[in-house]
């Protein structure tokens, strides 16, 4: 063997091993908020989509840094969740909501959220109206 | 199919899709013809006519590309909306030079992007790839014909194959208004995405796609190079493709980062997004190729390694477009393309190269066994061992990011939820400064070995110098700049080290012979890079925090959190050493100019400067509105504001508000409002109203509530008043902060108060300011980086020039 071969080798094994260990324990992973509750405190992402007929409750004058939207996840339950953020721009919007944080009693704590909005044509109704015909 | 609806304009929809047609079957023809010339390359005659009939074909296939963007940006410039790519991408009111930016913003345009840039590139090697024309050019065949069948639209035995850029609206979706009148055509497009709508988006894309494309070259080079069995002179004419590819596509993603730094609201100039990241990677694994090849051209090692990142590179290119065109990063990106079904054929893409790529490489390697490799050692003082060392840390770098990336596939083939690191920015840094630091490093001595052998006493005594220096610099940097982590100071002396030791390099051993000092001088702006880079983002400063005293909850400090602030109309508010005021608004077409007043004080409160900045809001009804940031620039650091949100109205323009609010209370919580708070601190059944007569029998409960203010702090009582069976409510006001508190229910069996909280606000904004220190820096290092880059092309141009002669 010669040394370059030995030295690409430790490479390999170094990135096996962190590789493992980060799977193991270091990331968070996508859950529910019911698998969420039982592990309080501990970290998660979760997909669901928002409850718009609940609106979304942010007091800028408040705190300009925090606001709160119901969320269903994929199996159908709804909790409140508490985003340490700003609104992002289109929450009416999003068909889709990823929310990563911490359950804390009842409510989901999370320190960032990502909004999958719809493709623009879906939204066509909106576009029917614009149209000329001849 | 041969419906015409009145009022559509086809002619341009129909010779494109025709033009699409003829150029996929010139590729395929031209694929076949140069594949055949190369099987039959001992036999000249054969080759030849195969090689005159590929050619013939190319060129139909040049032709049609260019009659395909023609007919693409016609139908764009005429705003042409029954195609369906004009209508979801373009819109009338959108500028001419926006409509570029239309053309390859979603994913029909940047295939043919990619296309065009293909056939350019392939045009080039007609003439100067001689010998090797009919290898490499097969290859580069074969990516059109595979890249242009994504563009064709057709259904073949049920499987949609591609989607053609002209499809019509009518003939893609299913709206009920086509049933009552076919011949609708809609008035007006969807628009451009506003985030797109900026100057860097028009030159960031085309030119990532001709480092995509010039990838592509040194890929084909090697797998000829194992096809011919001709593992040597594909090394002259690779060497300045692979330089290309690298100044390209490096250029092209810092091209992307000054458009996220610029114009996108994560105020940064790396997100580590799934999107940049895929660009990235290639680039990494093509800049280790490069060091290899230098290594084997000059020692004949590594030969093995450059075949396997030549390859990988560009199967990384098509990987890329996988992840970003197959819909895979839905849940992790927020700039991935939306899925059109075409999932199946990028992995045949992919397939269609790995596979063939794979078997030449180990029937070469382990079976024909004839790769010429070197049986003896590399000697730890020759340059092409660290070369080879350099070469292995960037493959790990790029693969810490595509492993990290790739977890939404990860996930889908294992059916694993595994999902990234919350805080996935921390994460990649805190693993890729390292090895950032690591590459410097090496950058910085790896010049003053020889190849072969060098005198190892003799390298330690010219580094001296460059090492103490640098760490001086550093010691220097950190104390001023306080920094502390030992990661950051770690990656600053190695960058210092890199650009120091190469400056010397470029003095001392090449003697200011600037035509063969492209390695030192990239390495000198790579090491300036990496300074500026750290700096300004590492020491970047939010002074918007927000500094009002809130349960932000556990788990989260303060300072992560708070970054955006609050400010009311003509209200100052001190942010680090600036004295900020929002002063009013314009409006200007489309755009709502928030104007904001930056004062820079001193110790003693004094201006010592002022300057407005104009952070605008981009309405837009259809895609939402888009805030685009003001950034005050100065040689030493960049101020940034953005507007996260502001109150508007129907018009869009800013508004006032006010707030009504109730809250049940008991004794001892506290109502938080605007700027000031109030605690119930007791109840007094016994209030005194000012400036009011009681009566015996009077009832006057008080809510005694302590008023806290950022500057002050007073009690009030507003009183509930029971008067026979007549209640009053007697607000207790505070002007300052117009606000009005009043006890509106007392319920007893609960022992809570019902208040009535009132504020007038004025206008007010919410935004963000950030300071990003020595960001001038980045961009000086980039520019020298691919500076040296480019000097590189030209001597390696220039060798193959006079070794020809």
Redesign the interface.
């Known amino acids: 063997m010669k040394r370059t071969h030995i030295i690409a080798l430790v490479f390999v094994a170094v990135l096996i091993a962190s590789l493992t260990v980060m799977l193991g324990k270091g990331f968070s992973r996508y859950e529910n908020f019911e698998s969420a509750y039982a592990k309080q405190g501990k970290e998660f992402t979760v997909v669901g989509y928002m409850n718009k007929e609940k609106g979304v409750t942010y007091k800028p004058q408040i705190n300009p840094n925090q606001f709160s939207i119901y969320v269903k996840d994929d199996e159908g339950v709804e909790k409140l969740v508490v985003v340490n953020k700003a609104v992002p721009r289109d929450i009416e919007k999003s068909e889709k909501i990823v929310v990563t944080g911490k359950m804390n009693g009842d409510t989901f704590v999370a320190n960032d959220i990502l909004l999958k909005c719809p493709s623009k044509y879906k939204n066509r109704e909106m576009e029917v109206n614009q149209g000329k015909s001849i | 199919m041969n419906i015409h609806a009145?009022?559509e304009n086809m002619l341009y929809g129909k010779v494109g899709h025709f033009l699409i047609i003829i150029c996929f079957v010139a590729s395929l023809t031209s694929f076949i013809s140069y594949f055949l010339a190369t099987f039959f390359r001992n036999d000249k005659a054969t080759a030849n006519a195969w090689i005159s009939l590929a050619r013939k074909a190319f060129i139909v296939h040049i032709v049609s590309v260019i009659g395909i963007v023609v007919c693409f940006l016609s139908i764009i410039h005429q705003h042409l909306f029954e195609y369906?790519y004009v209508?979801?991408h373009s819109s009338r009111d959108l500028p001419g030079y926006y409509q570029f930016s239309a053309m390859w913003s979603g994913q029909e345009g940047s295939t043919l992007l990619w296309i065009f840039w293909h056939s350019i590139l392939g045009f080039v090697l007609l003439f100067k790839a001689k010998d090797w024309e009919s290898p490499v050019l097969s290859i580069v065949t074969l990516a059109q014909v595979l890249l242009t069948s994504m563009l064709l639209g057709i259904y073949v035995f049920g499987y949609k194959i591609g989607s053609s850029p002209f499809a019509l609206v009518r003939d893609t979706?299913d709206?009920?208004?086509f049933k009552m009148?076919p011949?609708?055509?809609?008035?007006?497009g969807?628009g451009l995405n506003p985030s797109l709508q900026n100057y860097w988006m028009v030159i960031h894309p085309p030119t990532l796609f001709l480092g995509y494309a010039a990838c592509t070259i040194p890929a084909a080079y090697a797998i000829s190079s194992l096809w011919l069995k001709n593992y040597t002179d594909w090394v002259k004419p690779v060497l300045p493709w692979s330089l290309f590819a690298l100044l390209i596509l490096g250029t092209g993603i810092l091209l992307g980062g000054a458009w996220a730094y610029e114009a996108l609201s994560f105020g940064g100039f790396w997100a580590w997004d799934p999107v940049e990241n895929a660009s990235l990677v290639p680039w990494l694994i093509m800049a280790a190729g490069v060091h290899t090849l230098m290594a084997y051209k000059h020692s004949g090692?590594s030969l093995h390694a450059t075949f396997i990142l030549f390859i990988s590179s560009f199967l990384l290119i098509l990987y890329s477009s996988f992840l970003t065109k197959s819909g895979v990063l839905?849940?992790?990106s927020?700039h991935s393309f939306?899925d059109l079904g075409m999932s199946g054929q990028l992995v045949v893409i992919i397939l269609a190269f790995l596979i063939p790529a794979a078997y030449l490489f180990i029937d070469r390697t382990f079976i024909k066994k004839e790769i010429p490799s070197k049986h003896e050692?590399?000697k730890?003082s020759s340059r092409e061992?660290w070369l080879?060392?350099g070469a292995?840390i960037f493959?790990?770098s790029a693969?810490?990011i595509i492993?990290l990336t790739s977890f939404p596939v990860i996930?889908k083939i294992l059916h694993t939820?595994?999902?990234?690191?919350?805080d996935i920015k921390s994460?990649y840094n805190n693993v890729q400064i390292w090895l950032a630091a690591v590459i410097a490093f090496g950058a910085a001595f790896t010049q003053f070995f020889k190849y072969k052998k060098s005198d190892v006493k003799k390298v330690i005594k010219s580094l001296i110098l460059p090492f103490v220096a640098s760490i001086i610099i550093t010691v220097l940097i950190a104390v001023s700049l306080h920094i502390k982590r030992l990661d950051f100071n770690f990656l600053v002396a190695c960058a210092w080290f890199a650009a120091i030791a190469n400056t010397q390099y470029l003095f001392q051993y090449l003697k200011g012979k600037w035509k063969i000092s492209g390695g030192s001088v990239s390495h000198i702006g790579f090491g300036i890079m990496m300074v500026g880079l750290l700096i300004s983002q590492g020491k970047q400063e939010v002074l918007s925090i927000?500094k009002?005293g809130?349960d932000?909850?556990?788990?989260?400090s303060d300072k992560?959190?708070?970054?955006?602030?609050?400010l009311y109309q003509n209200e100052p508010t001190e942010m680090g050493k600036y004295r900020v005021t929002y002063i009013g608004d314009s409006t200007s077409g489309k755009n709502i100019y928030f104007n904001v007043r930056y004062e820079e004080l001193d110790k003693h409160k004094n201006i010592v400067n002022t300057f407005i900045l104009h952070p605008n809001i981009l309405l837009n009804n259809?895609?939402?509105?888009?805030?685009v940031p003001s950034t005050r620039k100065t040689i030493t650091s960049d101020l940034y504001t953005h507007i996260?949100?502001a109150p508007l109205k129907e018009d869009g323009s800013p508004a006032d508000?006010i707030?009504q609010e109730t809250y049940t209370i008991s004794v001892g919580d506290t109502i938080?409002?605007?700027?000031c708070m109030v605690v119930l601190e007791g109840i007094n059944p016994d209030a005194h109203i000012h400036g009011f007569e009681k009566q015996p029998k009077d009832i006057a409960i008080g809510a005694q509530f302590k008023f806290i203010s950022l500057d002050t702090s007073f009690y009030i009582e507003p009183v509930y008043l029971i008067r026979e069976v007549v209640a009053t409510s007697i607000p207790a006001k505070v002007d300052k902060n117009h606000i009005s508190f009043s006890l509106i229910k007392i319920l007893p069996e609960e022992n809570k108060f019902q208040i009535l909280v009132e504020?007038k606000?004025n206008k007010?904004i919410?935004m963000k300011a950030i300071k990003f220190p020595y960001i001038n820096v980045l961009w000086l290092g980039s520019f020298i980086l691919l500076f040296g880059i480019l000097m590189s092309i030209f001597r390696r141009k220039k060798e193959n020039q006079l070794a020809k002669n």
Do not use: C
């Open positions: 009145i009022g369906k209508w979801e979706m709206i009920p208004i009148n011949n609708w055509v809609p008035d007006d969807t090692y839905g849940d992790a927020v939306t050692e590399e730890l061992f080879f060392i292995l493959v790990f693969i810490h492993v996930n939820k595994l999902a990234p690191p919350s994460h927000n009002f809130i932000y909850g556990t788990g989260f992560e959190i708070a970054e955006n602030v609050l259809k895609m939402g509105n888009n805030p996260t949100s508000s707030v938080p409002a605007s700027r504020q606000l007010f919410i």
